[in-house]
């Protein structure tokens, strides 16, 4: 009996239950209408601004689910170079770069055809070194391998969760989802397409690594194909990590499964709706910036300050945790101790922050909200 769903016959004549996705659809399309209604009303400049936060977030977040840990320094530099946005004088990483050019390839020239030179070059992209961490791998071409285990735990009991398709059937494997992906364009559900697609690439499997962060890419380019926006105003990738362990059971599950997968398809319509909602509060953060420059743009402040003012601002309405002390000021702006604090007293004569409770060694600051933060409807 098969123990994979990739060798079962035609295994990818998937099969779901409509009455089950139809509820979770709804909703998905309707949370989408009311994010694309409020990005409208940001204007370009803000929609920049909003697509720089949410796209540094999806590079962090890709890289994390796969193990990696970023700087979120260099993958703000690298989004601000790939969008053309100023970047000079900030941190440079070509691993990051490689990322963020992917990400950005597959939603910008998502009308573009999907085809083995632009993946192969995707996953090339990916490991600039040649190297995965300290072991050397095949780049740019399908994999060779015969063998492709997804496992688990420490050596010598580690625990196979999946196997993916030997190496001799993938070149096979991978025209006939590159045709899929031609044909289905306009014929299927768009919701529906992005979520198969992410689940037949991750099973074939077809390189030896970077498999899931080019899955993730294919899915936004999917849904860049489906609202037609070259930019995205959610990360799929940071509700992903979000629910990491989710993600991995139902995959698990259905790709051991007899192609039904309505389970599968239930969880990424769901994983959408709240992704989307998630992104209300990075959206917020990019309004709020906006607001408070429009009324604080003209205040006599040096870029050191209104470099930490942005840093409180990303913190978004609940504060820069623990509040902007002067230590934190001075590992912030680079400056002495005394100049931290002759710097936060003018913010604190200006209005633009207030004092905690506690003096010393404790005093921490807040930003003065309310003259400048907006009413907001509920979604």
Not at 19 to 33: N, P
Not at 119 to 126: D, E, K, T
Not at 173 to 191: I, K
Not at 332 to 351: I, M, P, Y
Request: aromatic content about 8%.
């Amino acid at each position: 009996m098969p123990r994979y769903i990739w060798q079962r016959p035609n295994w990818t004549n998937f099969r779901w239950n409509n009455d089950r996705i139809i509820v979770a659809l709804g909703e998905c399309r309707l949370l989408q209408g009311k994010l694309l209604c409020k990005v409208a009303d940001l204007g370009f400049d803000l929609g920049t601004q909003a697509q720089v936060e949410i796209l540094a977030e999806e590079t962090l977040k890709t890289a994390a689910i796969e193990g990696e840990s970023l700087d979120l320094k260099a993958v703000r530099s690298s989004v601000a170079r790939t969008l053309g946005l100023p970047s000079a004088g900030l941190r440079t990483d070509r691993y990051v770069d490689g990322l963020v050019s992917v990400l950005v390839d597959a939603t910008r020239q998502h009308d573009g055809p999907l085809t083995k030179v632009r993946l192969c070059g995707w996953q090339a992209a990916l490991f600039p070194t040649g190297f995965s961490g300290m072991r050397k791998i095949e780049v740019g071409r399908w994999r060779q391998a015969r063998g492709m285990q997804v496992v688990s735990g420490p050596v010598g009991r580690e625990t196979v969760h999946f196997e993916a398709p030997p190496a001799d059937r993938i070149n096979e494997e991978m025209q006939r989802f590159l045709a899929w992906w031609a044909e289905s364009r306009g014929g299927m559900e768009g919701l529906l397409r992005a979520a198969i697609a992410h689940f037949r690439f991750v099973t074939v499997h077809p390189f030896e690594d970077g498999n899931g962060r080019i899955a993730r890419a294919l899915t936004d380019m999917a849904l860049s194909q489906d609202d037609r926006q070259s930019m995205r105003y959610y990360s799929m990738s940071s509700q992903i990590m979000a629910e990491r362990e989710a993600y991995y059971d139902v995959l698990e599950r259905c790709q051991k499964g007899d192609g039904a997968l309505t389970e599968w398809l239930v969880w990424f319509l769901a994983c959408f709706a709240r992704a989307i909602r998630r992104s209300e509060a990075l959206l917020a953060v990019v309004t709020d910036k906006a607001a408070f420059w429009k009324t604080q743009g003209q205040a006599p402040l040096s870029e050191r300050q209104r470099k930490v003012i942005n840093r409180m601002l990303d913190s978004g309405r609940g504060g820069f945790e623990g509040g902007m002390t002067t230590r934190k000021y001075v590992s912030l702006a680079k400056v002495s101790r005394a100049t931290a604090f002759r710097e936060l007293n003018q913010l604190l004569e200006l209005g633009i922050i207030k004092q905690n409770p506690g003096r010393g060694r404790s005093a921490n600051y807040d930003l003065i909200w309310q003259p400048f933060l907006a009413p907001r409807n509920p979604t």
